[in-house]
Every structure is written in C-alpha cells, then in structure tokens.
C-alpha cells in the first residue's frame, strides 16, 4: 500500500511541475494584428529598418529583442517573434505582427485574431519580471517563479526488505 501511495505522489508532484512549466510561460493574451507594406522599409522604434518579411512585432511594453511565441487561439498555429518596435500605448491590440508572421499565423485574410504570447523559458518569465521591477505595466501577466526541485530517480531495489 505504501508503495503505491509514494507513487501516485510522485507522479502528482510531477504532475503539478509539468502543469507549472506549460502555465508559467504565458505573458499575455488578446487581439493581434499585422502590418507590411505601409511601413517597410522605415526605421523601427528600435533604429532597425522593418522588413515585411522578417518574424519581427510590435508591443506596447516588451523590451526589445525579446523572443514571444504568438499562437492564434482558434487554429493554434504559432511562430516566435521578436520584438523590434512599439505599439501605441492607446492601441487595443496587444501586438502588431509582420507580414511573414501573420502569414505564419495565416491570419492575413482575416487581419485580427485571438494569440496567446508566451516566453520560451522560466528564467526569460523572471527576467521579464525583473525589467518591470515586479510591477508589469497594461495586461502583462509576469510572475516570479523559483525553479522546481527536480527529483533524482534511483533504482528500485525490491530485494533490501526480503534479504537478498
């Protein structure tokens, strides 16, 4: 009975860091859009020159070069982005796409759908938390996440109790 019992807690902790490691990454969630040839060509907010066709975005908040993964809430496509230029802070989207990623997204015929941004790990999660001095400014859900304790599996020796 003990045996079986140490097994469904483990494997519930286990569980539970899964769990905590898929949730922890997510930074936002709302409407996106995309933008291409009005402004290829002119220089970001960054001093970079926009290119349509990078998997570059825009954001109100996100520092610059920062990687997101956009995932479009209906289809779940995604692709990683990297944000180079600002939103208006007034703008009700949460990002602002080029061309290629909305094409990624294939979200071109539609111009707006639904994303989730994510950070690819716990300590990009931290470092974003850090920049805003744990005060994240709009809808950005940053938290501040301790690393989980890993648990080292050793081999079962089912003969110690039987005297092998």
Known sequence: MRVICSVLLIWGLSFGVMAQEVDSVRVQTGVASFYGKRFHQ???ANGEI???????????YLPF???VKVTRLDTQDSVWVRIN???PK???RIIDLSRQA??????????????????GT???????YSHFEGDP???????WYEQAIRLISKPIDWCWNLGC
């Open 42 to 44: 002119r220089k970001t």
């Open 50 to 60: 926009f290119n349509m066709d990078s998997l570059t975005a825009a954001h109100k």
């Open 65 to 67: 070069n920062t990687w």
């Open 85 to 87: 230029d600002r939103l």
């Open 90 to 92: 007034t703008s009700k």
């Open 102 to 119: 909305a094409t990624t997204l294939n979200m071109r015929d539609d111009g707006i759908t639904k994303v989730t941004l994510k950070v």
């Open 122 to 128: 716990i300590d990009e999660m931290n470092a974003l």
């Open 137 to 143: 400014p709009g809808t950005l859900r940053l938290r």
